[in-house]
């Protein structure tokens, strides 16, 4: 089944939105574990000034900031760093397959923020309400612009 262009074209940001939303929602309860020891305790008392207490507090408020997609490109570029650090900082010395290392979700974190920091924050963002002009369609692609002009 191929979808239309109109579909697609309705729904990118729409979905761009929800991806941003969804994984915002599930990073968020990492930093409040680290944090406020909720949903679940944490497994170590919170120390601010240590690099889980930074990592908490980043993933608390920074998912916090994308959720609601204020200031999403800069915040999602810092936690993609975030994520690609702690990869390397605590899942790579434990092998090089990330299954293996359990770093999975974080390489994966770290893809998908780098994703929104390139792509924004999508029709239903905070960025978007305060910026009216930022347009909400994606630039067409060469590919298709190049066969229009052919026919």
């Known amino acids: 089944m191929r979808l239309s262009e109109t579909f697609i074209d ?3 940001d729409r979905l761009l939105s929800v991806l941003r939303i969804v994984a915002a929602f599930m990073f968020m309860a990492h930093g409040g574990q680290k944090v406020l020891g909720f949903p679940v305790a944490a497994s170590h008392p ?16 920074g998912g916090i900031l994308l959720l609601i997609g204020l ?3 800069p915040v999602a ?4 760093g975030e994520m690609a650090f702690a990869y ?10 990330p299954l293996v290392n359990r770093g999975e979700l974080a390489a994966l974190y770290c893809f998908v923020f780098l994703y ?5 924050g999508g029709r239903w963002s905070a960025d978007r309400w305060l910026r009216p002009t930022v347009p909400v369609t ?10 229009r002009q052919v026919r």
Request: hydrophobic letters at 55%.
């Open 46 to 61: 919170f120390q601010v000034f240590t690099l889980a207490g930074c990592a908490g507090v980043l993933e608390l408020f």
């Open 138 to 147: 994606h630039e067409e692609p060469l590919g298709r612009r190049v066969a």
């Open 116 to 120: 929104l920091a390139i792509a924004g």
């Open 77 to 80: 570029f810092i936690l993609s």
């Open 71 to 73: 200031f999403t490109r």
């Open 88 to 97: 390397f900082l605590a899942h790579a010395p434990h092998g090089f397959w």
């Open 10 to 12: 309705v729904w990118r």
